[in-house]
C-alpha cells in the first residue's frame, strides 16, 4: 500500500464512500419509561434507571444530615423501598417530647461569672508629658 494512492471510501477497498445512516436505538425504553413514572408520581425524589446494572436507584431530593439513596430490581420494589425511607425519616425527624424548662434553658458559659472591670490602680505606661 505505501506509494499506492488511497481510494476513497470506508476502511476496506471497495466500501461504498456515502455514509452508513446510525439509528438511535433505546436500551430498556419500558424500564426507563417505569423510573420516570416513579419520579413523576413522587416529587420528593429523583428516579433513575440504569442501564449498565439494570437496577432501579432512587436519592431523596430532601434535605438530610445524610444523603438516602435506595435501589432495587425492579420499580415497584423501589417505591416499597422509598417509602419504607420516607417512614424512617420521619420518625427521625419527630422530637422524643416536649422539653423540660431544664433542658430548653443553655447551658452557662465558663466565662459568664467574670467580676466586675475595675479601674486600673496605675496605668501601664508613663502618663504624656512625664520623664521617668
Known sequence: MIGQPRTPGRHRAGQPSAPTPVYRRIWDGPAREKAEVLERSRPGWVVWYGTGTRHFYAIAAWP?????????????????????????????????GPATPDQTRRPPLPCARRSAVRPARTLPYPPEGSTP
Do not use: G, I, K, N
Request: hydrophobic content about 40%; charged content about 25%; aromatic content about 0%.
Open 64 to 96: 438530610t444530615p445524610e444523603p438516602v439513596m435506595v435501589s432495587a430490581d425492579t420499580a415497584e420494589d423501589l417505591a416499597e423501598r422509598m417509602r419504607h425511607a420516607e417512614t424512617q425519616a420521619l420518625l427521625q425527624a419527630v422530637p422524643p
